[in-house]
């Protein structure tokens, strides 16, 4: 019997929870002084997810540290992101216990960012099982396959775009698994790698229309305008590289028992924890 797993982006959710509530100066200090707000917020889209999609089973990925072999490859990699505010960094432990409190298992990996462990865990169970991403992390639309969906979240609880294998080309005009080689020829600002200098999505899109892979581009590099030409053979190793760090990797050693992520909480553990935290409303929630 098909079984209809969650895969939660944890660093996404919390970042957006957090960032969606510290704008107004709302960090929902606890009487000990310890913020909350990223941590509420985060449930609070995780109970509206399960309500919309209805999973039988749901596991949280994780990053590990900003040091992975992605930065062993490029030091530039996200370099150009600023340390947390200090709000936030006590509620990166504090959000797996309350995810622990929901019998959620929680799964990172040192070296690997939780894109890797999303990616290996939604390959492996999606041989026999539907597989649903819960992000709001364009980069992870590359798992699209049949048996995996990706729901990218949008402005405002409750509001998903979901992809699929039948809607992925009408909605991005490629592949899924173009969407590697797209990053690879126009970089990704918010990561900080480059791709190659000059080429932008409106033109990595119409060559891959056009050819498929940067293989085949490469193959066929005659073929192209002397301008894109110049611009692809002066960045040739970037482009290699940046499409190194686009792929997600579907085979990190990890592993997690479907028997160990039913979607079945104890409402009184939930409270339990929600009354240590001082979250008066959350019982509401559930």
Same mark, same amino acid.
């Given at each position: 019997?098909?079984? /209809? &797993?969650? %895969?939660?982006?944890?660093? *996404?959710?919390?970042?957006? =929870?957090?960032? @969606?509530?510290? $704008?107004?100066?709302?960090?929902?200090?606890?009487?000990?002084?310890?913020?909350?707000?990223?941590?509420?917020?985060?449930?609070?889209?995780?109970?509206?997810a399960t309500n919309t999609f209805s999973p039988t089973h749901a596991i949280c990925c994780w990053d590990m540290g900003s040091k992975t072999f992605r930065t062993d490859l490029y030091d530039g990699y996200k370099s150009n992101r600023s340390a947390p505010p200090e709000e936030l960094i006590?509620?990166?432990?504090?959000?797996?216990?309350?995810?622990?409190?929901?019998?959620?298992? /929680? &799964?990172? %990996?040192?070296?690997?960012? *939780?894109?890797?462990?999303? =990616?290996?865990? @939604?390959?492996? $169970?999606a041989t026999e099982h539907n597989v649903l991403i819960l992000t709001g992390d364009q980069d992870i639309l590359q798992l699209v396959d049949e048996g995996i969906k990706v729901a990218i979240m949008r402005k405002g609880q409750g509001n998903y775009e979901v992809f699929d294998h039948e809607n992925f080309y009408e909605k991005r005009g490629i592949k899924p698994a173009q969407m590697?080689?797209?990053?690879?020829?126009?970089?990704?600002?918010?990561?900080?790698?480059?791709?190659?200098?000059g080429i932008g999505e409106k033109t990595a899109l119409k060559l891959l229309q056009t050819y498929e892979t940067i293989d085949a581009l490469l193959e066929n590099?005659?073929?192209?305008?002397?301008?894109?030409?110049?611009?692809?053979?002066?960045?040739?190793?970037m482009l290699h590289l940046s499409r190194t760090?686009?792929?997600?990797?579907?085979?990190?050693?990890?592993?997690?028992?479907?028997?160990?992520?039913?979607?079945?909480?104890?409402?009184?553990?939930?409270?339990?924890?929600?009354?240590?935290?001082?979250?008066?409303?959350?019982?509401?929630?559930?």
């Open positions: 019997m098909k079984q /209809n &797993i969650l %895969l939660i982006d944890g660093m *996404a959710l919390l970042f957006r =929870g957090f960032y @969606a509530t510290a $704008y107004r100066g709302n960090f929902m200090k606890t009487s000990a002084g310890v913020p909350t707000n990223g941590v509420y917020q985060f449930f609070r889209y995780l109970l509206d006590p509620q990166f432990d504090l959000v797996k216990e309350v995810v622990e409190s929901f019998d959620i298992p /929680n &799964i990172g %990996l040192e070296n690997f960012e *939780a894109d890797d462990c999303i =990616g290996t865990l @939604a390959r492996h $169970y590697i080689d797209l990053k690879g020829l126009m970089g990704d600002s918010s990561d900080n790698y480059p791709g190659v200098k590099i005659d073929q192209l305008p002397k301008g894109v030409q110049a611009k692809i053979n002066a960045d040739l190793e760090l686009a792929e997600i990797k579907c085979d990190v050693p990890i592993s997690c028992r479907l028997e160990d992520a039913l979607w079945k909480y104890d409402k009184e553990k939930v409270t339990k924890k929600a009354a240590m935290l001082e979250w008066k409303n959350f019982a509401k929630a559930l």
